[in-house]
Each structure stands twice: as C-alpha cells, then as structure tokens.
C-alpha cells in the first residue's frame, strides 16, 4: 500500500506559478513513477505529466501533456520520498483538482496507476 498526500495547491492569477508536492510513503518510493493528473468541473480527469521509477530504461524519463509542455515541470526526490509539480504561466483554464499517482514499475506512458492522493486544487483567476 502506498499513501500519497499532495499539497501546494491555491489561489494564482494567470501568468503566475505554484508548485506542488506529493509525499509518498509506505513502499519503496524508487519503484513507482509517478504521476500527476488534473479534473476540471464537468471534464474528465486528464493526465498532466509523469516521472519514471528507477529501472535501467525508465531513469530519469519523463512525459508530458501537449497543453502543458514548456510550462510544467515534474520532478522527484527518491530521497524525501516526494514528487513535485512546478507550475509556470498559469492559465484559467488549468484550473483544477490536481492529483498525485503512483504506477508500479510501470513506463512513463502508462495510463494505469495503482494508488492516488486526496487532490489539491488549484484556481487560476483571469
């Protein structure tokens, strides 16, 4: 079992950054990539960008949602046991829930993940 609190979330005006944490605990943090997904109201949660764990081919990879390329950055700390989400030039419609993920051994272009947090919400205001 794996438990996954986010945190970071709040209030930006467009333009503006946030980052977001994700502590994990309760298995070996290495072995999972990590992800971060997004639901708006009304919309279907939406992937946003993922960290590979640290097998020989998944070291260091990362993937990215074509909407947020250039402006997040997904990071981790297999130390602190923590991913993090840098958010850069804000729009309104990133708005959202965020949600930390955790795949087990898996690629970073999977879509199947077995554990996941609360969600820390942000708002970004025009």
């Known amino acids: 079992q794996v438990q996954l609190v986010e945190s970071g979330g709040g209030l930006v005006q467009a333009g503006g950054s946030l980052r977001l944490s994700c502590a994990a605990s309760?298995?070996?943090?290495?072995?999972?990539?990590m992800g971060w997904f997004r639901q708006a109201p009304g919309k279907e949660r939406e992937f946003v960008a993922a960290?590979?764990?640290?097998?020989?081919?998944?070291?260091?990879?990362?993937n990215y949602a074509d909407s947020v390329k250039g402006r997040f950055t997904i990071s981790r700390d297999n130390i602190k046991n923590t991913t993090y989400l840098q958010t850069n030039s804000l729009k309104p419609e990133d708005t959202a829930v965020y949600y930390c993920?955790?795949?087990?051994?898996?690629?970073?272009?999977?879509?199947?993940?077995?554990?996941w947090g609360q969600g820390t919400q942000v708002t970004v205001s025009s």
């Open positions: 993920a955790a795949a087990y051994r898996q690629p970073v272009y999977a879509r199947r993940y077995d554990y």
């Open positions: 309760g298995r070996t943090f290495s072995d999972y990539t």
């Open positions: 960290s590979g764990w640290s097998g020989i081919w998944s070291a260091g990879t990362t």
